[in-house]
């Protein structure tokens, strides 16, 4: 009990504690630490079976929890824009409206039943829980992943559930997301869950495996990662998701067309039937590289954009394929922009692979290079930035970072600025006095991942 109030605890810590004492009259069996992320490079590659290399920052959610007095589920935040709710048990499955703070509840407890790890008994005992947390939401730093991820935690905390590895329960969260309408990738789970100090985690997929790779000084100092808010809110679960959603869906309509169109040129490319993600081409048995993959997309997708009759007649569709494959995605008035998504995809696919080598190597300047051509790829081809951001980009350069670029989904959320150790102060006196006092300006420290306290 003691511990709960310890001093080295952190601030939003001890906060979830007397929050859940004021609450519920009793003290939590548990309390639970999930950090936010950042991603140095590698974006929208995780769910095309591509690497990335993100890292856990101390910024975390912090859960305290008990099991609760029947059948319920009790939860309270400290920050007031989350209001309290209460869930029976049997109406988990009945999700809030998009965007609300409960449904990554119920997607965390759902995806937990769903791989066998709660039982119909364990839900039957319900909980209690109060959060409190130093992570912003909606800023790309992955929130609503730790959310999940620390629910999850203290469900199989609480109801003393046998310890689950954190490389399957990375992969189970993934896909409870899916619940919350995202079809994003299992990045932000499996940093939350294995990050580790001083570290950059490369995460590969399908099948997932996480190699920290420690932060080395080369010839120059290992630069500080600063981070600006560029104050422009996007809620995937909610009014971004069409807008998020459309991304993955260009890629996997990109590879089918691609598997087609590859059948009819056998002296250039293999048979490509057992292929479900872009990733899978660069990897045994396949095993193509990323030029000869790019060579031959640029010779397969012959127009900028498709329309929704193009892609019926080249992949020989009806309307019931599509609305199965698409989900009923609506047509976007610009077309499906197949190739453009396929060489970002590739591409920084290629680049994190050398992020990887630079981040062991203590090399900077190649790390700087492979950020600022991830940010371009990500604006021009990918089409994810926003003129605020790009304001941070060039803001953050005339500051003295070395580069920049957006981290996480993208259209709005934060700018990464690798920043010389030795420039901090003069980096961040530049950026407020170019963008404002009230610029919100973070440091990005690599730390460890989710823990139960
Ligand atoms: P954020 O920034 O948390 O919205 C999303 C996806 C990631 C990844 C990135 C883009 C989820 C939960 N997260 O992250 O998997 O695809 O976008 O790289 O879907």
């Known amino acids: 009990m003691l511990a709960y109030d310890s001093p080295t605890l952190s601030l939003p810590a001890r906060t979830s504690v007397h929050l859940f004492r004021s609450t519920f009259g009793c003290e939590p069996q548990a309390l639970i630490r999930a950090p936010g992320r950042v991603n140095l490079i590698g974006e929208h590659t995780d769910y095309n079976g591509l690497p990335v290399l993100p890292f856990a920052i101390a910024q975390s959610h912090y859960v305290a929890a008990a099991v609760g007095q029947g059948p319920c ?104 997301e899916h619940y919350v309408g995202t079809r994003g990738g299992g990045m932000d789970q499996t940093v939350c869950l294995l990050g580790k100090k001083a570290h950059a985690i490369r995460i590969n997929f399908f099948p997932l495996e996480a190699e920290p790779i420690p932060f080395c000084a080369g010839s120059q100092p290992v630069p500080r990662i600063c981070l600006s808010d560029s104050g422009v809110r996007v809620e995937k679960s909610g009014t971004g998701l069409l807008r998020y959603n459309r991304r993955p869906l260009e890629c996997r309509l990109a590879l089918e067309v ?89 591409e920084e696919g290629r680049r994190v692979e050398q992020a990887a080598d630079a981040l062991r190597a203590g090399d900077w300047p190649t ?45 709005g959320g934060c700018v990464l600025h690798l920043v010389p150790a030795d420039a901090c102060g003069s980096f961040d006196n530049e950026m407020r006095r170019q963008l404002g006092r009230d610029l919100r300006l973070f440091e990005a420290v690599p730390s460890q991942g989710a823990a139960i306290l």
């Open 258 to 346: 691609f598997r087609r169109r590859a059948a009819s040129m056998p002296d250039r490319l293999p048979p490509l039937d057992s292929i479900r993600h872009w990733g899978d081409l660069v990897k045994p048995p396949i095993a193509l590289s990323h030029k000869a993959v790019l060579e031959a997309a640029a010779a397969i997708f012959d127009h900028p954009s498709y329309s929704k009759s193009d892609l019926l007649r080249i992949l020989g569709w009806g309307e019931g394929t599509w609305a199965d494959f698409t989900e009923s995605f609506p047509e976007p008035a610009d077309g499906f922009k197949l190739h453009p998504r396929v060489r970002h995809v590739m």
């Open 73 to 176: 589920f009790e939860l309270i935040n400290a920050d007031a824009q989350f209001p309290a709710k209460t869930i029976a048990a049997d109406a988990l499955p009945a999700f809030s409206a998009a965007g609300q703070w409960d449904n990554y509840f119920r997607a965390a407890v759902l995806g937990l039943r769903d791989a066998g790890f709660l039982t119909t008994e364990h839900l039957a005992g319900g909980m209690q829980i109060a959060v409190a947390s130093d992570l912003p939401s909606g800023v790309g730093l992955s929130s609503s992943s730790a959310l999940v991820v620390a629910f999850a935690l203290a469900a199989l905390s609480v109801h003393a559930c046998r310890s689950v590895h954190p490389v399957p329960l990375a992969e189970i969260l993934a896909e409870a």
């Open 367 to 411: 790390m700087a290079k492979l950020i600022a051509a991830s940010h371009e790829s990500c604006r021009d081809l990918y089409e994810i930035s926003c003129p605020e951001i790009e304001r941070l980009i060039e803001t953050g350069a005339n500051a003295g970072a070395t580069a920049s670029r957006l981290t996480g989904a993208g259209f």
